[in-house]
């Protein structure tokens, strides 16, 4: 298969990059420190089982369902690939 101008294991310095980025990125919204004892979004109450399960949770499940359904559709694009990946 030609691959243009793109040199030998761009394919797969591409993938590399799009994992490394999901990974920073998950690791930047891990929660540190105490976890509150309402959610921030609706004030339902946190139980103590989630608060010792997640560090740092802020938000209740159905908010955090909820969120996390909205960030879904943000990932998966590689912002980092090539010009040559971009000109096809």
Same mark, same amino acid.
């Given at each position: 298969m030609a691959t243009g101008w793109a040199g030998d294991g761009?394919?797969?310095d591409? @993938?590399?990059a799009t994992v490394k980025d999901? @990974?920073?990125r998950a690791r930047s919204r891990l929660?540190?420190?105490p976890g509150r004892a309402a959610c921030e979004e609706c004030e339902t109450p @946190?139980?103590?089982a989630r608060r010792k399960a997640v560090p740092g949770v802020r938000l209740?499940?159905?908010c955090q369902?909820?969120?996390d359904e909205e960030e879904a559709g943000h990932a998966g694009y590689n912002r980092r690939g090539s010009k040559d990946s971009q000109l096809r």
């Amino acid at each position: 298969m030609a691959t243009g101008w793109a040199g030998d294991g761009a394919v797969q310095d591409q @993938i590399d990059a799009t994992v490394k980025d999901a @990974i920073e990125r998950a690791r930047s919204r891990l929660g540190t420190g105490p976890g509150r004892a309402a959610c921030e979004e609706c004030e339902t109450p @946190i139980p103590e089982a989630r608060r010792k399960a997640v560090p740092g949770v802020r938000l209740c499940v159905a908010c955090q369902e909820a969120f996390d359904e909205e960030e879904a559709g943000h990932a998966g694009y590689n912002r980092r690939g090539s010009k040559d990946s971009q000109l096809r």
